[in-house]
């Protein structure tokens, strides 16, 4: 079965400062996909970012890019220029190929200090 | 486009008492997940229906738990008797057929005290 551990249960940034979040996975497959969800305090899960194992090209959405290393299994989240609504709870998750359900890390809570 | 829809947002019940959730899908998505959220973990699949079929309840407390999803559309999500360690968010999320997209609500608080 696969496992995702988040090293980190809560981090810290300054406004307008980078942070990186860490993630890494265990599986035997070849072909998966990697998501970092944001959730608020409204509780509802946010897709940030995805990335496709069998792209070598690390994906980036705006302020958002990620550092997908397959061989070492680890997909960190980078946030440029942190802003006080980037505050949430961060959960990394894995997802085989298919119709397959979302794999959870435990999350990482992230707090953006003005 | 709406999005995934729960009630109710908050419940609170005795131990031993029962409780159903609901979930509306996004219109045409034809996979719907239950997750289970305990506090200070990350979600847990409980169950995966596609279309009014289960594929997954692997997870699923089935002494105690319950979920149907009559033609293919909503969901409830049952359980009786409740226990305190059932205190937890109660996730629905849907998603197209082979997606690698699913889509959250904003899930059901529960506490049974």
């Known amino acids: 079965a696969q496992t995702v551990t988040q090293s980190q249960p809560e981090m810290s940034v300054q406004e307008a400062e980078t942070v990186t979040l860490s993630c890494t996975y265990d599986?035997?497959?070849?072909?998966?996909?990697l998501f970092w969800y944001k959730q608020p305090p409204s509780r509802q899960m946010i897709l940030v970012i995805r990335?496709?194992?069998?792209?070598?090209q690390n994906a980036t959405e705006n302020r958002f890019s990620v550092n997908f290393q397959k061989a070492a299994k680890s997909f960190s989240l980078k946030i440029s220029d942190s802003q006080l609504g980037d505050a949430a709870m961060y959960f990394c998750?894995?997802?085989?190929?298919?119709?397959?359900?979302?794999?959870f890390g435990k999350g990482t809570r992230l707090s953006v200090i003005a | 486009e709406a999005g995934v829809a729960q009630s109710p947002r908050y419940k609170i019940i005795e131990k031993r008492q029962s409780v159903a959730f609901w979930c509306n899908p996004i219109?045409?998505?034809?996979?719907l997940y239950w997750y289970q959220q305990i506090l200070g973990q990350g979600p847990k699949l409980l169950i995966q229906?596609?279309?009014?079929?289960?594929?997954?309840d692997s997870q699923l407390p089935k002494d105690r738990f319950s979920a149907e999803r009559l033609k293919g559309v909503d969901s409830t999500l049952k359980i009786q008797p409740a226990k305190l360690e059932d205190s937890a968010v109660y996730l629905c999320?849907?998603?197209?057929?082979?997606?690698?997209?699913?889509?959250f609500g904003q899930g059901t608080r529960l506490t049974v005290v």
């Open positions: 990335q496709e194992a069998y792209k070598q």
């Open positions: 998750a894995y997802r085989s190929p298919g119709n397959t359900p979302l794999v």
């Open positions: 219109s045409g998505h034809a996979t």
């Open positions: 599986t035997s497959e070849s072909d998966y996909y």
């Open positions: 999320a849907s998603s197209l057929r082979s997606p690698t997209k699913a889509f």
């Open positions: 229906f596609q279309n009014n079929g289960v594929v997954d």
